[in-house]
């Protein structure tokens, strides 16, 4: 049994290390009194869980405290609105164990700092949180704010050793009197009116804290942690919002190295005395090898292609040039600028291609859209970010609205031994619908124009029954043009007091750029929610499939027009199905189906977001027929339903 320690006058609950550091309550300052607590007792989130439970959150949380609790890894799919932050904060909190709680977006952050003070306040308890945000968010220099991670921490160093930064006297444990859950506001006003770093602060708070909430890249990123102190042993890890985790986890064991980071590292190399012949020939290496389509290379070859090019191996050039990039920003100080070194990321670079399994990556020349030539160097296998993470972890919840697959996604991850499970949702499932259209298909051998017709028909006459608003999606942008076009001459689309209607809804196009986008979807949100409604047409794993809310009135009604299979020509698609194919014959196929269905689910839950929500679907595809098993159980609602070829609507099974 582990101990806990409990303030017998403010309630406030300590680790064993703030006890061991301090007696007293670093809350009220009272003597400390040792107590023992069992760590899990049978259905233990019960004493904390602020609400009234649905079977389904039941069932979450008996299986988050027995299979996370134990120390192993649950993979767990549960709609939007289903309550998983508070379910699992529940669940997770009476093991005693500190959690470490990755999220995505900063409205994540918020919500679980608002679930601890939740539970807190009903149970009476006085659990303690802390954003562990980056010193993007959390340093009051502003000289140092701006920064990127790697700059930022160089810069904070020589500040600090300097004595320049009038915050530097950093916290070296948590201040007593502080409220239990604090916030990056909290720590920013805490900071302001102790004089001390925020950013330290939250550190020192996070070192004994029961709830760690940071961001992804916190958890994946070796360096990162290592610099933030943050340790994974002996703590339970919640990965929400995970399934973009074989992305994430791809994306962090990856770089890419351009022509003109290389030109601005040879000016730095310059200004510091140093031959810059190695990164000129590095240049030209890329220069000659890129062209107007991606060319993809094996990385088995790619480091004795680049030793051939620099005429030297590449670990003693990574040597060099670690010790020019120390007097490239002692210089850059001395002369008042930030030390950004544009040699670093080279070094960066070449130490990621020294020193990885190149069996699990491949090289890509390829010119971006700024027609810069540059060599990604990208990793094939989550599995390499994903798995030791996970494994040093003492438990680990994978959780979002959108993992099926769940099997398939575990295996990509290399999480062969987690156990799965998709909830029921806890919404009226009566009142979710989904309707499958088998006699269109927007396959490129079937995509001509009267496929595109018959798409367009069926939309129109079921908006007709859809209250208020409505999303289309489109596999891609061009394909969508080409539809609104089409469907416009044909009279599908129709002018209406000077605007286009569709199924008698104003239509509105999704944003090409983030501004333009924000100001179409706050205008489509304005006639959604009216009785007339409105239609916003998108594209899958756009803007608005991803991160945007459409919750009640703003949408009713989804249309997915085809299947957002990810495009077959890309290079990157093409290795990635051939890596996966490598590992386990079909595994690659599989993939593939997968991601298209993991992104049309993604689309699917834009519009049910909360307990009381609903929302209807119609997935204009065959191909949805067949792999109905891959939508996510939460969108099936009471059973699908398929239009037979006379119109007829009937139950699928
Ligand atoms: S000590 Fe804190 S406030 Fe000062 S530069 Fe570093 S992060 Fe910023």
């Known amino acids: 049994m582990p101990i806990v320690i409990r303030c017998k006058a403010c309630e406030r609950t300590h680790m064993p290390e703030e006890y061991e550091e301090d007696r007293f309550c670093r809350s009220c300052g009272a003597l400390l009194v040792l107590e023992r607590r069992a760590t899990s007792t049978n259905g233990g989130w019960r004493k904390l869980f602020p609400y009234e439970p649905y079977a389904p959150q039941v069932e979450f949380m008996d299986d988050v405290e027995r299979i996370v609790g134990g120390g192993g890894v649950l993979v767990a799919e549960a709609c939007n609105g289903f309550g998983k932050t508070a379910s699992a904060l529940s669940a997770l909190l009476p093991t005693g164990r500190p959690i470490v709680y990755a999220t995505r977006t900063h409205e994540q952050v918020r919500q679980v700092l608002d679930e601890v003070s939740t539970i807190n306040d009903k149970s009476g308890e006085r659990f303690n949180a802390v954003n562990l945000a980056s010193r993007q968010h959390l340093c009051l220099n502003a000289e140092c704010r701006g920064l990127p991670n790697r700059e930022a921490q160089e810069l904070c160093r020589m500040l600090r050793e300097s004595d320049s930064c009038k915050w530097g006297s950093e916290a070296t444990s948590s201040p007593r009197g ?101 990164l000129k020939s590095l240049a030209r290496h890329i220069r000659e090898h890129t062209s107007e389509v991606p060319t993809l290379r094996p990385a088995e070859t790619l480091q004795r292609d680049l030793e051939l090019a620099i005429g030297a191996d590449l670990p003693s050039v990574i040597e060099r040039y670690a010790e020019a990039v120390e007097k490239v920003r002692a210089l850059k100080l001395q002369l008042g600028d930030t030390p950004v070194s544009h040699l670093n990321g080279v070094v960066n670079f070449l130490a990621l291609v020294s020193g990885s399994s190149k069996e699990k990556y491949v090289a890509l020349y390829r010119r971006d859209q700024r027609g810069s030539n540059g060599l990604d160097y990208r990793c094939m296998d989550p599995a390499l970010a994903v798995g030791p993470v996970v494994e040093e972890a003492g438990g680990a919840l994978i959780m979002s609205g959108t993992l099926s697959p769940l099997d398939l996604f575990a295996d990509v991850l290399g999480l062969r031994d987690a156990e799965k499970r998709a909830y029921r949702p806890i919404q009226n499932s009566a009142k979710i619908r989904t309707v ?109 499939s991803e991160g945007s809310n459409f919750p009640g009135r703003q949408a009713r009604g989804i249309f997915l027009v085809g299947v957002p299979y990810a495009n077959y020509g890309d290079p990157l698609v093409r290795a990635q199905i051939g890596y996966y194919d490598r590992l386990d014959e079909g595994l690659g196929r599989r993939w593939y189906t997968m991601d298209a269905f993991r992104a049309a689910n993604q689309a699917m839950g834009r519009g049910i977001r909360g307990r009381d929500d609903w929302c209807h679907y119609w997935l204009l595809d065959r191909r949805y027929a067949e792999n109905i098993d891959l939508v996510s159980e939460w969108a099936l609602g009471s059973g699908p339903e398929i239009i037979q070829a006379d119109g007829e609507i009937s139950r699928m099974f």
């Open 436 to 544: 499958v259209d088998p006699r269109v298909t927007t396959t490129y051998r079937e995509r001509n124009g009267e496929m595109i017709l018959s798409i367009g028909r069926s939309i129109a006459s079921q908006l007709e029954g859809v209250d208020n608003g409505a999303l289309i999606f489109f596999p891609q942008r061009g394909f969508m043009s080409s539809c609104l076009d089409a469907w416009g001459s044909n009279g599908v689309i129709e002018a209406r007091r000077g605007r286009l209607n569709i199924g008698g809804k104003p239509i509105f196009i999704e944003g090409a750029d983030a501004r333009s986008n924000r100001e179409t979807v706050a205008r489509y949100k304005r006639f959604a929610v009216t009785p007339g409604g409105a239609v916003l047409c998108c594209v899958f794993r756009g803007r608005n």
């Open 178 to 278: 502080l409220p239990p859950v604090m916030t990056h506001k909290d720590l920013i006003s805490t900071g302001r009116r102790m004089g001390v770093c925020p950013y330290y602060l939250a550190r020192a708070i996070s070192k004994h804290c029961t709830v760690v909430v940071v961001p992804y890249a916190y958890v994946f990123d070796g360096q990162v942690r290592a610099s933030v102190d943050l340790e994974l042993s002996g703590r339970v890890l919640v990965l929400d919002e995970g399934h973009n985790l074989d992305k994430v986890g791809q994306e962090t064991m990856s770089d890419t190295l351009s022509e003109p980071t290389l030109d601005s590292a040879a000016e730095e190399l310059k200004a510091v005395r140093t031959p810059t012949k190695p």
